[in-house]
């Protein structure tokens, strides 16, 4: 097993309150694109309520939800984002979410066995937002090793 894997955070704005009409269809995928998720290879955790909700989380606003969680490498991860049955369900985001001017998305390099927080998940956003992608905040379009790789 690695010493690191790799935590995810994204944002929504959503465009409505999670329970009205337009966005019964996203809400009625949840479940089945989060058991694809933690059915993926690679998954490690996600940040999720004790009920099991990770729409009820709204740490960075009442219009906002979270997705954070962590991943044994990129590609993994990437594999699920682009190459799985959430693909089709993220190119429909724009029914659901509104444009974000900042950046929505960051990944980082975590020790294994780490559970990342929305306050460091926040860290990470910001300093990626302030400094440009680099080793301790990046994309998937650059994407860093983790620490010790060579490459």
Known sequence: ?????????????LLAPIDSPNLA???ANL?????????SPGFVWRL???DGDAT??????ADYIVNLSVWADVASLF???YRSAHAPIMARRKEWFGRMENAYTVL???????????????????LLEREGPGP??????????MPGASG
């Open 1 to 13: 097993m690695s010493a690191y894997q790799l935590a995810q955070l994204n944002i929504a704005h």
């Open 25 to 27: 269809d996203f809400v």
């Open 31 to 39: 479940d089945r694109i989060n058991a694809l998720a933690e059915a």
């Open 48 to 50: 999720q309520t004790d």
């Open 56 to 61: 009820a989380i709204r740490d960075f606003g």
């Open 79 to 81: 594999e699920f984002v």
């Open 108 to 126: 980082w390099w975590v020790e294994a066995g780490h559970r990342p927080g929305t306050a460091e998940a926040r860290e990470r956003l910001d």
């Open 136 to 145: 301790d905040a990046f994309t998937f379009k650059r994407a860093f090793p």
